[in-house]
């Protein structure tokens, strides 16, 4: 039988009784196991998705009676930021005065065709990271004490740039890179998060992301055309391919894990630290993502303030810089 998250985490021993947990993401996948697993520990979680059956299954499956979980499920479409605050405004409500304890942003996709959102942004870019940016912009002062912002980002990431002037068209649409630009801004913004949150809150908020692995049993590939969608889905069964439990371990360790709990702006693989690209790294890139994924969203700058400590050539704070990743022992990916 294959193991658990937390088992495979190190954090079966964690309590999360009184914590509120908000996985998006999680009728499926990666998000649906890293749902079950918070609930195993006893949290109560907000399961997020489209398909309102399958957040009832997991609904029903965290709260078995076998644990102390509790969860409910609440339907917003990432495409739609009335839907995005509203899912926002349940949070806030569930987490109660005590805040939300954790955010993993992980709903996302692979969308095989180019289309613009109502916001005149690439689909792709806007459902996997401008939604997640949203949401979390909605939930800052809503959060915990020593909350913590989890990520789920790609390998993908690597080899492209988020060219921000091409995210409000779908000419020359590639649904790969559309993809790797949506994963690189994932990145960017756990790091710019996390160096924002440092500089100009007085909370010990954390903001990571991770890679969970090539996981084709996930419905991750659900949009290839039909016989390829079955392939994908029957590798699962193969024993060296990485499953949904095992993807979703490094977002329970980045959540729970006390040796983490003061880590911020990193990028995780497997449990560990990992130097993620040049452009993953670029704080210019990070800033400007920051500042131009506001304005597409028609909101003001989350955390802004003098930006002083984001000028180029300043020491990081707990960003993403080469010497901040060399010191935790992490090699170059590159
Ligand atoms: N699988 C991999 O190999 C892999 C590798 C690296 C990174 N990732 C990342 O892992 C995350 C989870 O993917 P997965 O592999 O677990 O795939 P999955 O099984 O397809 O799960 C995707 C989740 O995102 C939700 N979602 C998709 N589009 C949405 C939208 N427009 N509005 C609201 N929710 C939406 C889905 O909910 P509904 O179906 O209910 O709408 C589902 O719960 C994604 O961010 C993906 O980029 C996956």
């Not at 996930?218 to 994908?232: N, W």
């Amino acid at each position: 039988m294959r193991e658990h998250p937390e088992d495979i985490a190190g954090v079966g021993d964690e309590r999360l009784v009184g914590r509120t947990a908000l996985v998006t993401g999680s009728t499926s996948g990666i998000g649906r196991e890293t749902a079950l697993t918070l609930g195993r520990l006893g949290a109560h979680v907000i399961v997020h998705g489209r398909d309102a059956d399958a957040g009832g299954e997991v609904v029903d499956a965290v709260e078995d009676g076998v644990n102390e979980g509790t969860a409910e499920f609440v339907r917003a479409d990432f495409a739609d930021p009335e839907e995005v605050s509203r899912l926002a405004d349940r949070t806030r409500t569930a987490a109660g005065d005590g805040g939300l304890d954790l955010l993993i942003n992980n709903a996302g996709g692979y969308f095989r065709e180019g289309r613009l959102t109502d916001l005149g942004v690439e689909y792709t870019f806007h459902v996997n990271h401008l939604a997640p940016y949203q949401l979390t912009a909605a939930l800052l002062d809503d959060l915990a004490e020593d909350a913590r912002v989890v990520t789920t980002a790609s390998e993908a990431h690597r080899g492209d740039q988020v060219d921000l002037e091409a995210v409000r068209s779908v000419d020359g649409y590639s649904s790969w890179r559309a993809y790797q630009r949506s994963k690189l801004a994932n990145v960017q913004f756990a790091a710019e998060l996390g160096r924002r949150l440092d500089e100009r809150d007085d909370r010990s908020v954390t903001s990571n992301s991770f890679h969970p692995g090539a996981i084709p049993g996930s419905g991750f590939l659900r949009d290839l055309p039909g016989p390829l969608s079955r392939v994908a889905g029957a590798l699962d069964r193969l024993p060296f391919v990485t499953s949904p439990p095992e993807g979703a371990a490094t977002a329970v360790y980045l959540a729970v894990a006390p040796e983490v709990a003061d880590v911020t702006g990193r990028y995780y693989a497997d449990l560990r630290p990992k130097q993620p690209s040049t452009a993953a790294r670029d704080r210019h890139a990070q800033r400007r993502l920051w500042e131009t994924s506001a304005e597409l969203l028609g909101i003001d700058e989350p955390l802004a303030g003098d930006g002083s400590g984001t000028e180029e050539g300043r020491p990081e704070a707990g960003g993403v810089a080469d010497a901040d990743a060399t010191a935790v022992g992490d090699e170059p990916a590159e």
